[in-house]
């Protein structure tokens, strides 16, 4: 009795004695500053203890970021469809899915409008609830942010609500009633999508549960939401939806980069590969938080894929963007279906190095009948030609990236040539690697420029800057690593991208000296002649200053104090090890 009272663990607060006046008094073994123990089983007992609550402390933590997570809901939606019968291939799958993120969002921003509809109703002193407000407010409500009325069949509150049998058929009646109801929307969904399939009830239940979860109200308003769930179906379900099918998503901070440089803050904005509309949803936001409204860019673009042609309308009409994206779906190269229109603006992403982008019919095309015909073995040079022959010939701005083999391309040589001789490339701006999921090629943000001759753009006052291009180098901006990528994946944050713009502002701005604006192993405005010199070639690292940092290395004081924490490394082993063997003979398990 005596010993094991000994023995028995003291714990800090229980016995109000401190685990360090236990140690001055006997031999212990210490778990944490809290809790001490004078025997070895009472230590194995309580670090069990401890581990577990530190383990159920964890597990709640980790349950409440689960229920928080977008990620986690998503994955969950595709290994229900992934299981469930009759759901189809991956692009089937990417619809379904995406078309009942669809009816989420567009279901949420009606039940919002109805919502402030009735704050707006009571702070004017009108009751909501009464019959004669309620019929001439709500039985025909109109909402001035570009919110769609949507019929009681078409709302999410009665999908969510409907049973599981019916489900299906729910969906379906709900997508022909937004069809009917909406021109504009009609073009963003397949019509009987869910009882073409038709999952069993327990499936499609299980999936509409999981996509109620996805709210703006909890992933937030700025980003493009839409395109997020997009992307990660086409990186989780589809490992053959390459950069190079034209598949892809492009990351926010890349749009936001873009957008900063050129500031598209009013007039007309044109994507000719628009993808999922990416590019004008976050352009558009990026204008409301500078204007305060969206009204004052008009979006055009085109795309080639049926599927995403949907997914890009049903991206813009969810949030109340004016857009023209033409009759159809189809190839910019082929078929343009903006032929004869200038631009303001212009941001792309096109698919990279794209092959069998080549018609005989496009031999002796207008668009490059200045330059030569691109090379039919790769599409780069032909977007950027496509892309020059929509800009506004006297002041028009494009940003847009390519993989780093354009900047030195051998096939497009004469062409590139050109492009510097006629003053149309102002800035070459490298990205780091590791922005992009679905790809690891290295990318450049291109900035092409109609007029380099200055004058006033947007309260700023450019100066001449005829004759030279800026060149940048943020391949070293890693520092901002995203967590919980398959692969290694960085983002630029904001204070980077403000600091990558105001580079390239201040090199446009009046009162800079070009010729000697410069930060090695970062930016340098270089003169034609000097990129003549080197063959035309564009590629930052032949006109960037790089530094040999091992020049400036003091060897004997760095090997002083590499000596200095080796041997502190090794004392401190030393007495690890000297507690472990006391540790042991304590019990009575020497270890010498």
């Known amino acids: 009795g005596m010993r094991s009272l000994h023995w028995k663990m003291q714990i800090k607060g229980a016995w109000g004695i401190p685990p360090t006046s236990i140690l001055q008094r006997k031999k212990c073994f210490c778990i944490d500053e809290n809790i001490a123990c004078t025997d070895y089983a009472s230590f194995r007992t309580a670090v069990r203890m401890k581990n577990t609550l530190e383990e159920n402390t964890v597990a709640k933590k980790k349950a409440e970021e689960k229920a ?6 998503l994955f969950n939606c595709r290994d229900y469809l992934r299981a469930a019968r009759n759901s189809g291939s991956f692009f089937e799958k990417r619809d379904m899915m995406l078309t009942l993120v ?32 309620h019929t001439a407010f709500f039985d025909d409500p109109t909402f001035p942010d ?15 609500n409907t049973p599981a049998a019916n489900l299906n058929v729910a969906l379906d009646t709900a997508l022909h009633s937004i069809a009917a109801g909406s021109e504009q929307l009609k073009g963003c969904f397949i019509e009987g999508t869910f009882t073409t399939r038709n999952l069993a009830p327990n499936d499609i239940k299980k999936i509409v549960d999981e996509v109620n979860k996805i709210s703006h109200k909890q992933f937030g308003e700025e980003k493009d939401l839409i395109g997020r769930v997009y992307e990660y179906f086409l990186k989780e379900f589809a490992v053959n939806a390459t950069k190079e099918e034209g598949e892809f998503y492009t990351p926010h901070d890349a749009v936001q980069m873009i957008a900063a440089m050129i500031e598209p803050f009013d007039g007309t904005l044109y994507d000719p590969c628009c993808g999922s509309g990416g590019m004008f949803v976050q352009s558009a936001a990026l204008v409301q938080s500078k204007q305060g409204g969206i009204n004052r860019i008009n979006v055009y ?16 009409a969810l949030r109340g963007i004016s857009h023209n994206l033409g009759e159809t779906n189809d190839s910019s190269f082929t078929h343009d279906l903006h032929k004869g229109l200038y631009f303001d603006y212009i941001m792309a992403n096109p698919p990279f190095n794209l092959k069998g982008w080549y018609d005989s019919n496009l031999k002796d095309d207008p668009r490059w009948a200045d330059y030569e015909t691109p090379p039919e073995s790769n599409a780069n040079y032909a977007w950027i030609l496509h892309i020059l022959s929509h800009l506004k010939p006297s002041n028009g701005v494009a940003g847009f990236l390519l993989a780093n083999g354009a900047l030195n391309d051998g096939d497009a040589a004469a062409i590139r040539r050109k492009l510097i001789q006629n003053d149309k490339v102002e800035a070459i701006i490298v990205l780091p690697r590791e922005l992009f999921i679905t790809t690891d090629i290295s990318v450049t943000l291109w900035i092409l420029n109609q007029n380099k001759k200055g004058g006033s753009y947007h ?6 800057r005829q004759h ?20 290694k994946k ?33 930016y340098r405005s270089v003169e034609m002649a000097e990129i003549e010199q080197n063959g035309w070639v564009l590629t930052p690292s032949k006109y960037i200053e790089f530094i040999n940092h091992d020049l400036d290395i003091d060897y004997e004081k760095e090997m002083a104090r590499i000596q200095t924490e080796m041997k502190n490394i090794l004392k401190q082993e030393k007495e690890s090890q000297r507690m472990l063997e006391e540790a042991f003979r304590g019990i009575g398990y020497g270890i010498d």
């Not at 928080?68 to 809901?73: R, S, T």
């Not at 049926?306 to 049903?314: D, E, S």
């Not at 030279?468 to 692969?487: C, H, P, S, Y």
């Open 68 to 73: 928080l997570n977008l990620d986690q809901i």
């Open 102 to 133: 669809f009816l989420r969002f567009i279901g949420e921003k009606y039940e919002d409008g109805i919502e402030k509809l009735k704050q707006e109703l009571r702070a004017q002193g009108l009751d909501p609830d009464d019959k004669d407000i």
């Open 146 to 160: 570009g919110t769609y009325n949507l019929p009681p069949e078409a709302r999410w509150n009665t999908i969510i």
């Open 301 to 316: 673009g085109q795309e080639k894929e049926a599927a995403t042609y949907r997914l890009a309308k049903m991206n813009l």
């Open 459 to 464: 309260g700023r006052t450019l100066r001449d």
């Open 468 to 487: 030279q291009i800026l060149f940048m180098d943020l391949r070293t901006w890693v520092d901002n690593a995203v967590k919980g990528e398959g692969k």
């Open 490 to 522: 960085v983002e630029l944050n904001t204070d980077q991208i403000k600091a990558a713009a105001k580079i390239y502002h201040d090199w446009q701005n009046e009162g800079t000296d070009g010729t000697h604006y410069a930060v090695p192993e970062l």
